[in-house]
Nanobody
Framework: QVQLVESGGGLVQPGGSLRLSCAAS????????MGWYRQASGKARELVAT???????NYGGSVKGRFTISRDNAKNTVYLQMNSLKPEDTAVYYC??????????WGWGQGTQVTVSS
């Protein structure tokens, strides 16, 4: 069973930055593509960024150019650097496997709340 613990969220003004972290248990982390998801109130969860085990990245259109995903396999940790934050980025952010079917199997952590507001 993989455990995922997200941290780093908070309240930030529009245009500000935050860095999220996700600590994962289990050696399987290093061989899996990972992703950051977010779920705004009343909306479905969406995948916003992914990173392969080798470090290749991909981003959703709404965050491209503003967010950067990275990982440290030695620390079993994945990060999300968020810059130029907008009110529409407000959501609970989760990390998990990039594959939705694997993510369902692993289960979800508690997430970390990001609120962008003046």
């Amino acid at each position: 069973q993989v455990q995922l613990v997200e941290s780093g969220g908070g309240l930030v003004q529009p245009g500000g930055s935050l860095r999220l972290s996700c600590a994962a248990s289990g050696s399987i982390f290093s061989i899996r593509a990972m992703g950051w998801y977010r779920q705004a109130s009343g909306k479905a969860r969406e995948l916003v960024a992914t990173i392969t085990s080798g470090g290749s990245t991909n981003y959703g259109g709404s965050v491209k150019g503003r967010f950067t995903i990275s990982r440290d396999n030695a620390k079993n940790t994945v990060y999300l650097q968020m810059n130029s934050l907008k009110p529409e980025d407000t959501a609970v952010y989760y990390c998990n496997a990039a594959s939705p079917s694997i993510a369902t199997m692993w289960g979800w952590g508690q997430g970390t709340q990001v609120t962008v507001s003046s």
